[in-house]
């Protein structure tokens, strides 16, 4: 059986993480939804890698997954005080077998909750465009904060509360693209 690895990425990933994410995305940009990781370029998964948490599944020494923790304190306007997830993605060889949902339970349960202790995240999605996503969000227990129309779409800020006793709402804030 093959072990899965998590890890972050490094900048030695970046060719395969974008062959990745580009593979992944090739349905939302055929929607015509206009996020940064439907356009990725070798320079800026670079970036993301260097600059944010970018965490990756790897299996059989092949990166099958991945999804980036932006913190807060990177940019100057975060979308909220809470961590905040983006670009996620899975091979779509891998999609419907469960590695997305174990990447992203790992990055929400292990990474975010037990060892940073943050109280929450937070992701944007599309409403209108991409509806099935938002959908698989709320199923694992997300809740819609802010939603803004643009261009023919509904974009959705959603956040997740990891530690209750710890959680503020009035962190969540309203992104600074609204």
Request: charged share 25%; aromatic share 10%.
């Amino acid at each position: 059986m093959s072990e899965d690895i998590f890890r972050l990425a490094t900048v030695e990933d970046a060719p395969e993480l974008l062959n990745l994410v580009n593979s992944a995305f090739l349905p939302v940009r055929q929607m015509d939804i206009d996020w940064p990781s439907t356009r990725a370029d070798i320079q800026m998964v670079s970036e993301n890698i260097e600059n944010h948490s970018a965490i990756v599944l790897e299996r059989d020494g092949k990166l099958i997954s991945t999804i980036t923790i932006r913190f807060p304190w990177e940019s100057e306007k975060p979308p909220s005080k809470y961590p905040f997830v983006w670009w996620f993605a899975t091979l779509p060889d891998y999609k419907g077998q469960g590695a997305g949902s174990k990447l992203l339970t790992h990055v929400e349960e292990n990474l975010l909750r037990d060892m940073l202790k943050a109280p929450a995240l937070t992701l944007g999605t599309s409403a209108r465009k991409h509806p099935w996503l938002a959908d698989m969000y709320r199923r694992r227990g997300y809740e819609v904060y802010f939603e803004q129309e643009k261009d023919g779409d509904i974009g959705v800020m959603m956040h997740k509360v990891l530690i209750p006793e710890r959680f503020d709402p009035a962190l969540l804030g309203v992104p600074s693209w609204a």
